[in-house]
Nanobody, 124 residues
Framework: QVQLVESGGQSVQAGGSLNLTCAASGRPFSYLPMGWFRQAPGKGREFVATISYSGQYTDYADFVKGRFTISRDNAKNTAYLQMNNLKPEDTAVYYC?????????????????WGQGTQVTVST
């Protein structure tokens, strides 16, 4: 069992930056790939970024490439999502999740543990 707690979400103006944090506890975090997802009102949960257990491999949704950076610090059982040049369409609840698969994956269905989410609101 892995417990995940996101933090760092807040309201910002377009063009601003935020750094989301995902703190993990329970089962060893360092052996598991993890991902960030988001869900806007009235929409389904969508993939944002994922990172391998070692941090060596990453994958991003096209709409965040060049703006968002995923990283992790296994010594601190923590993962991060640095978000730059935020746009109003980035407004959503952001979730971190961990998968028991070996490889990094995009589908939310492949993730086994989820945090409660943190709200990001980007205004014009």
């Amino acid at each position: 069992q892995v417990q995940l707690v996101e933090s760092g979400g807040q309201s910002v103006q377009a063009g601003g930056s935020l750094n989301l944090t995902c703190a993990a506890s329970g089962r060893p975090f360092s052996y598991l790939p993890m991902g960030w997802f988001r869900q806007a009102p009235g929409k389904g949960r969508e993939f944002v970024a994922t990172i391998s257990y070692s941090g060596q491999y990453t994958d991003y949704a096209d709409f965040v490439k060049g703006r968002f950076t995923i990283s992790r610090d296994n010594a601190k059982n923590t993962a991060y999502l640095q978000m730059n040049n935020l746009k109003p369409e980035d407004t959503a609840v952001y979730y971190c999740a961990v998968t028991k698969t070996v490889y990094i994956v995009r589908s939310p269905a492949n993730y086994d543990y989820w945090g409660q989410g943190t709200q990001v609101t980007v205004s014009t």
